[in-house]
């Protein structure tokens, strides 16, 4: 602003502090007061921006509230906080992170802790101005589906299935992969099931995810995109002879 000097030599002239929001004066010059002089004369106040409260960022499972995404620099997944620092009135774009959570993907962001929320977009982007008090987004995520991983259980040399894990005839077992793809599936032999019939071996060549298994058959599969299969083999039970005589 500029305060006319025409006619006003020798008169003295009045500053003050401006009303500005969001901002506070931290300097007030020497020369806030004076007299009007023959050359142009600067009068300079110096603001800074106000604190606000910081903004925290919550990237959880849907139902859960364990935080699922490691920030830059951090060494295990955290909520993101953005420091309120001088920004009271600036506004903070987010957006999901799906690209950096494996196995998940997006499904609804909650704003409901968020006063300063002032626009959303699509796939949760959101934009916050920073306000004095606290602010909170918690973004959710649920785990893909991955493909199913089929169970055989074989009589040794045939494809005749033996077991059943609800008592009626016998499968394939199924184990679904919705919503567990990156899980652990922990497989057995299910010889104590099959009645006079025992283990023979495990064919784990149709399933790439699988540990080396066990003595009895016993591995560990991690669900993936791409359908898997297992095979165990048995064999029946030698029994006593059968004497007969005549």
Do not use: C, W
Request: zero cysteines; aromatic letters at 8%; glycine letters at 12%.
């Amino acid at each position: 602003m500029t305060l006319p000097g025409a006619g006003k030599l020798g008169l003295p002239y009045t500053t003050t502090t401006q009303t500005i929001p969001n901002f506070t004066v931290v300097t007030v010059p020497s020369n806030q007061n004076g007299t009007y002089q023959s050359g142009n004369q600067t009068v300079t106040y110096y603001y800074k921006r106000n604190n606000a409260g910081n903004i925290t960022v919550h990237h959880y499972e849907v139902g859960q509230s364990t935080e699922l995404y490691k920030p830059t620099g951090a060494a295990a997944p955290s909520a993101e906080v953005f420091d309120g620092t001088g920004k009271l009135g600036l506004s903070e774009t987010f957006v999901n992170r799906e690209a950096d959570i494996d196995n998940y993907e997006y499904v609804s962001v909650d704003t409901s802790g968020s006063p300063g929320l002032t626009a959303t977009g699509g796939s949760g982007q959101t934009n916050v101005t920073y306000q004095t008090g606290a602010q909170t987004v918690i973004y959710r995520y649920r785990r893909k589906n991955a493909a199913n991983i089929t169970v055989h259980h074989y009589e040794d040399g045939t494809t005749t299935e033996l077991y059943s894990p609800t008592g009626g005839t016998p499968g394939a077992v199924t184990i679904s992969g919705t919503g567990k793809l990156g899980l652990p599936e922990n497989l057995t032999n299910q010889a104590a099931n099959i009645a006079n019939f025992e283990y023979v071996s495990v064919d784990v060549s149709g399933a790439p995810s699988a540990t080396s298994p066990s003595g009895t058959g016993a591995t560990t599969l991690t669900h993936g995109t791409n359908a898997q299969t297992v095979i165990y083999k048995y064999r029946r039970k030698d029994a006593g002879n059968v004497i007969v005589n005549m």
